[in-house]
């Protein structure tokens, strides 16, 4: 007999009923049933060796192979566990397939206690009739295609234990009335795109032991689920939830929160979570003092916080637990020695740990300087204790600083009044002056001497017009950006170089932006500014983070130009590697999305490339530095700024990483570039160094030369695989293949590229089109409307 696998690395319960000795025949109905069953899941491999003489109940309707597995067990002359489990990725089954149908089919098996369909290409709306097969426990139908919401009919399933619903594309609210189950333990609905907030009823499930709802587009807090003494693992990684830090009972084993909205500090009651085993709460919005303690918990073996803003101070001697095996701490505010006991050549087995990009006493270059961590603490308004001292001691000092300061303000803008007034006076008495100079609103507002106002007026009128749906380009004032960042306020700085900062801002019409500043050398001429102002000003399309406007800072004393602020639209839909490698901002781009944002990238390359003159070349792109706005598109968001490009061409300025070429200025450099990105894009594969990006060219070129779809396909995102056609994946790696080209000159045009990635997306929506015109819907209708979406943007 067949004994079923554990499923889905949770916590999943399988009712084995005792067979009575002495063999049983099957009930007729039942196994026209299976038989039926059979043909509805139009005779998958495992399932081909069924007939209508087949003896099921003795272990006849079993198999075990590379295309799945199939198992029938029975209790005297009735089927209670039905098993039939395909592969990971398979396609959907044909369009005449009915969901209902076999729910229908299935209802003649009255017994059935335990179903698992899972990985057979199922599709449609998930069938209330389900709640017929009133003796259900265990029902595990993930991997399919599965549509609509959680029907209301399958509350009415009492005695359900476990379900599990992963890997579908099933949305709506969780319900509310799931919490009335009263026998639940296991509830998983992993990978779907459930909204909305986690029912508050969640929080009053008595024999919950195993809560699984990561990658969704879930938000809010999660509720109160501290009188949940049996539950032991909860995963939402991937959502939206938080601010606040769940309430979870202590025996808890597995807490996975990574890639939310979670923020604040963490709680103390975590330090006696005793048997906690796995705490993930990485890429989320914590601040505040990292315990150390959560190292030495007795259980603990996986502890990440990456990607946060915990302060403290760690120390080499600080105690870790023994079964410890994976330390995550990179991307923090973190400062001191990491415990010696983490990286001990006497621990066995020897445990990974990760702690790059803090402020920690590491020789390999990988940490920030300690003012760094300090300064980035004082941004989000935490402040240490000797901070806060060393600060209140100075306050009555710099009050006195202060008000000598307010004297002096005053006193000069009493002479500077009166200055203006006087040369006021002098202009109005000469009428051709005032016909050719700018007027007083314009050159109090711009902060910068009027010759250099004067001089940019070329800049055309089509770009004043304020197309593509972004503000008509514009000379700010200081005073407007100062009020937009709160004086430059730490808290509003994104992030800052050898040239610069750049800062979050919004201005007074409530429009969000980015404001990078440049620090700008006297040698510079007002002519050369001009010429840059033009070539700012042109930046604007569609698939590139737009430029606003600028505003010059001027030395008083000689009118000289000291710092420039660019002024560029604000993009807050996270990055492409943020929905394509680690999904850290809801679920994952579908196929159909990704070739149209790699279709906005390239269509940014060739503006860049030939949309203003002269073009800009060697961009140094990034799928990092690729953002997606509210819709999906994808807008470049660093590129070769000509003023910031003098200024590393003076300095000596490093390239990309991933770049072998000696021709920076080459338009194929760019495509090289993109190539990278491209593969980052279809491997759902995070890339950090050009050995990475030569052992997928491998892998992608094996990929390529084989006739087997299947092998191109595990080359794939899992996440993307099982919903694209053939044709559109492979046209999609054959053009990133060639991107790849050592040689430059073996690299296609943007042109070349932007026409094949064009075709992929309409083979992929013939595709769609085709397969699910008919029916109960199209179980990927979503992504069938990006894509039409993407071909009135391809029209553009």
């Given at each position: 007999?067949?004994?079923?696998?554990?499923h889905?690395?949770?916590?999943f319960?399988?009712?084995?009923?005792?067979?009575?000795?002495?063999?049983?025949?099957?009930?007729?109905?039942?196994?026209?049933?299976?038989?039926?069953?059979?043909?509805?899941?139009?005779?998958?491999?495992?399932?081909?060796?069924?007939?209508?003489?087949?003896d099921?109940?003795?272990?006849?309707?079993?198999?075990?192979?590379?295309?799945?597995?199939?198992?029938?067990?029975?209790?005297?002359?009735t089927?209670?566990?039905l098993?039939?489990?395909?592969?990971a990725g398979?396609?959907?089954?044909?369009?005449?397939?009915?969901?209902?149908?076999?729910?229908?089919?299935?209802?003649?098996?009255?017994?059935?206690k335990?179903?698992?369909?899972?990985?057979?290409?199922?599709?449609?709306?998930?069938?209330?009739?389900?709640?017929?097969?009133?003796?259900?426990?265990?029902?595990?139908?993930s991997?399919?295609?599965?549509?609509?919401?959680?029907?209301?009919?399958?509350?009415?399933?009492?005695?359900?234990?476990?379900?599990?619903?992963?890997?579908?594309?099933?949305?709506?609210?969780?319900?509310?009335?799931i919490?009335?189950?009263?026998?639940?333990?296991?509830l998983?609905?992993?990978?779907?795109?459930?909204?909305?907030?986690?029912?508050?009823?969640?929080?009053?499930?008595p024999?919950?032991?195993?809560?699984?709802?990561?990658?969704?587009?879930?938000?809010?807090?999660?509720p109160?689920?501290?009188?949940?003494?049996?539950?032991?693992?909860?995963?939402?990684?991937?959502?939206?939830?938080g601010?606040?830090?769940?309430?979870?009972?202590?025996?808890?084993?597995?807490?996975?929160?990574s890639?939310?909205?979670?923020?604040?500090?963490?709680?103390?009651?975590?330090?006696?979570?005793?048997?906690?085993?796995?705490?993930?709460?990485s890429?989320?919005?914590?601040?505040?003092?990292?315990t150390?303690?959560?190292?030495?918990?007795?259980?603990?073996?996986?502890?990440s916080?990456?990607?946060?803003?915990?302060?403290?101070?760690?120390s080499?001697?600080?105690?870790?637990?023994?079964?410890?095996?994976?330390?995550?701490?990179?991307?923090n505010?973190?400062?001191?020695s990491?415990?010696?006991?983490?990286t001990?050549?006497?621990?066995?087995?020897?445990?990974?740990?990760?702690?790059?990009?803090?402020?920690?006493?590491?020789?390999?270059?990988?940490?920030?300087?300690?003012?760094?961590?300090?300064?980035?603490?004082?941004?989000?308004?935490?402040?240490?204790g000797?901070?806060?001292?060393?600060?209140?001691?100075?306050?009555?000092?710099?009050?006195?600083?202060?008000?000598?300061?307010?004297?002096?303000?005053?006193?000069?803008?009493?002479?500077?009044?009166?200055?203006?007034?006087?040369?006021?006076?002098?202009?109005?008495?000469?009428?051709d002056?005032?016909?050719?100079?700018?007027?007083?609103?314009?050159?109090?507002?711009?902060?910068?001497?009027?010759?250099?106002?004067?001089?940019?007026?070329?800049?055309?009128?089509?770009?004043?017009?304020?197309?593509?749906?972004?503000?008509?380009?514009?000379?700010f004032?200081?005073?407007?950006?100062?009020?937009?960042?709160?004086?430059?306020e730490?808290?509003?700085?994104?992030?800052?170089?050898?040239?610069?900062?750049?800062?979050?801002?919004?201005?007074g019409n409530?429009?969000?932006?980015?404001?990078?500043?440049?620090?700008?050398?006297?040698?510079?001429?007002?002519?050369?500014?001009?010429?840059?102002?033009?070539?700012?000003?042109?930046?604007?399309?569609?698939?590139?983070?737009?430029?606003?406007?600028?505003c010059?800072?001027?030395?008083?004393?000689?009118?000289?130009?000291?710092q420039?602020?660019?002024?560029?639209?604000?993009?807050?839909n996270?990055?492409?590697?943020?929905?394509?490698?680690?999904?850290?901002?809801g679920?994952?781009?579908?196929?159909?999305?990704?070739?149209?944002?790699?279709?906005?990238?390239?269509?940014?390359?060739?503006?860049?490339?030939?949309?203003?003159?002269?073009?800009?070349f060697?961009?140094?792109?990034?799928?990092?530095?690729?953002?997606?706005?509210?819709?999906?598109?994808?807008?470049?968001?660093?590129?070769?700024?000509?003023?910031?490009?003098?200024?590393?061409?003076?300095?000596?300025?490093?390239?990309?990483?991933?770049q072998?070429?000696?021709?920076?200025?080459?338009?194929?450099?760019?495509?090289?570039?993109?190539?990278?990105?491209?593969?980052?894009?279809?491997?759902?594969?995070?890339?950090?160094?050009?050995?990475?990006?030569?052992?997928?060219?491998?892998?992608?070129?094996?990929?390529?030369?084989?006739?087997?779809?299947?092998?191109?396909?595990?080359?794939?995102?899992?996440?993307?695989?099982?919903?694209?056609?053939?044709?559109?994946?492979?046209?999609?790696?054959?053009?990133?293949?060639?991107?790849?080209?050592?040689?430059?000159?073996?690299?296609?045009?943007?042109?070349?590229?932007?026409?094949?990635?064009?075709?992929?997306?309409?083979?992929?929506?013939?595709?769609?089109?085709?397969?699910?015109?008919s029916?109960g819907?199209?179980?990927?209708?979503?992504?069938?409307?990006?894509?039409?979406l993407?071909?009135?943007?391809?029209?553009?």
């Open positions: 007999m067949a004994r079923p696998s554990h889905l690395l949770l916590i319960f399988s009712v084995f009923l005792a067979l009575p000795p002495e063999t049983t025949q099957l009930q007729p109905s039942q196994v026209w049933a299976l038989i039926k069953i059979q043909q509805l899941l139009n005779g998958p491999p495992m399932l081909s060796h069924w007939r209508r003489s087949t099921f109940c003795s272990g006849g309707g079993g198999s075990m192979g590379p295309t799945g597995t199939a198992a029938v067990l029975c209790y005297g002359d089927v209670t566990q098993h039939i489990a395909g592969t398979a396609l959907p089954l044909p369009r005449n397939f009915s969901i209902g149908a076999v729910v229908t089919t299935l209802s003649r098996l009255p017994d059935l335990v179903l698992t369909l899972s990985g057979l290409g199922l599709w449609g709306p998930l069938p209330g009739k389900l709640a017929r097969l009133a003796a259900l426990e265990i029902v595990n139908v991997g399919n295609y599965l549509s609509g919401d959680i029907p209301r009919g399958m509350s009415r399933l009492v005695g359900l234990q476990t379900l599990v619903l992963d890997d579908n594309l099933l949305g709506g609210e969780v319900p509310a009335w919490g009335t189950l009263p026998s639940l333990a296991v998983s609905l992993r990978n779907n795109t459930f909204q909305g907030a986690v029912p508050e009823s969640v929080g009053s499930m024999s919950l032991r195993s809560l699984v709802l990561a990658s969704n587009n879930l938000s809010g807090n999660l109160d689920m501290s009188r949940l003494t049996n539950l032991q693992v909860l995963d939402v990684g991937g959502n939206s939830l601010p606040a830090f769940p309430k979870l009972g202590r025996k808890v084993v597995t807490v996975v929160l890639r939310n909205r979670f923020g604040g500090g963490l709680p103390a009651a975590l330090g006696s979570f005793y048997l906690l085993e796995r705490l993930d709460v890429w989320n919005r914590f601040v505040g003092p990292f150390p303690s959560l190292l030495s918990l007795p259980s603990i073996q996986y502890l916080i990456a990607g946060n803003r915990f302060t403290g101070a760690l080499d001697n600080a105690p870790c637990g023994d079964n410890l095996r994976f330390v995550d701490l990179s991307l505010l973190l400062t001191g990491v415990p010696s006991c983490l001990s050549p006497d621990r066995k087995p020897q445990t990974v740990v990760l702690v790059s990009t803090n402020c920690l006493d590491n020789s390999d270059g990988s940490q920030h300087p300690s003012p760094f961590c300090q300064n980035q603490a004082l941004a989000v308004g935490i402040m240490p000797k901070e806060r001292k060393k600060i209140a001691s100075q306050a009555g000092f710099l009050a006195g600083i202060v008000m000598a300061i307010l004297v002096a303000i005053s006193v000069v803008g009493f002479v500077v009044v009166f200055a203006v007034r006087k040369r006021k006076a002098a202009a109005m008495k000469g009428s002056a005032r016909t050719q100079a700018p007027s007083e609103e314009e050159s109090s507002s711009t902060g910068y001497p009027s010759k250099l106002l004067a001089d940019a007026r070329y800049i055309s009128q089509t770009v004043k017009l304020g197309a593509l749906g972004i503000p008509s380009y514009r000379c004032s200081l005073v407007e950006l100062e009020a937009a960042t709160n004086n430059f730490n808290s509003y700085l994104l992030g800052q170089d050898s040239h610069g900062e750049m800062y979050r801002g919004r201005l409530g429009t969000p932006v980015t404001i990078r500043t440049l620090k700008i050398k006297r040698s510079q001429t007002t002519q050369s500014f001009n010429r840059h102002i033009e070539t700012i000003s042109r930046l604007r399309h569609q698939n590139l983070v737009s430029a606003l406007g600028h010059f800072e001027y030395d008083l004393d000689d009118s000289t130009v000291t420039l602020y660019i002024v560029f639209e604000y993009v807050q996270g990055n492409l590697r943020s929905r394509i490698s680690q999904g850290t901002e679920c994952k781009l579908t196929w159909s999305q990704r070739i149209s944002a790699a279709i906005g990238v390239a269509k940014g390359i060739q503006f860049l490339h030939g949309g203003i003159i002269p073009g800009l060697g961009n140094d792109l990034r799928i990092t530095n690729i953002l997606l706005d509210q819709n999906h598109v994808a807008k470049i968001g660093s590129y070769n700024i000509p003023i910031l490009a003098e200024a590393m061409k003076s300095e000596g300025g490093a390239g990309n990483k991933f072998t070429d000696s021709r920076m200025n080459s338009d194929k450099t760019d495509i090289f570039d993109f190539g990278v990105i491209l593969l980052e894009v279809v491997s759902g594969k995070t890339i950090t160094s050009m050995y990475e990006v030569e052992i997928l060219k491998e892998l992608l070129a094996w990929a390529i030369a084989d006739e087997d779809r299947v092998r191109r396909r595990s080359f794939a995102d899992p996440v993307v695989s099982k919903g694209c056609s053939d044709e559109s994946l492979r046209t999609v790696l054959e053009i990133c293949q060639r991107c790849l080209a050592k040689e430059a000159a073996q690299r296609p045009s943007v042109e070349d590229v932007l026409w094949n990635l064009q075709f992929a997306a309409q083979v992929q929506d013939d595709w769609e089109v085709e397969a699910w015109s029916g819907g199209s179980p990927v209708s979503s992504s069938s409307r990006v894509t039409r993407s071909r009135q943007n391809l029209s553009r």
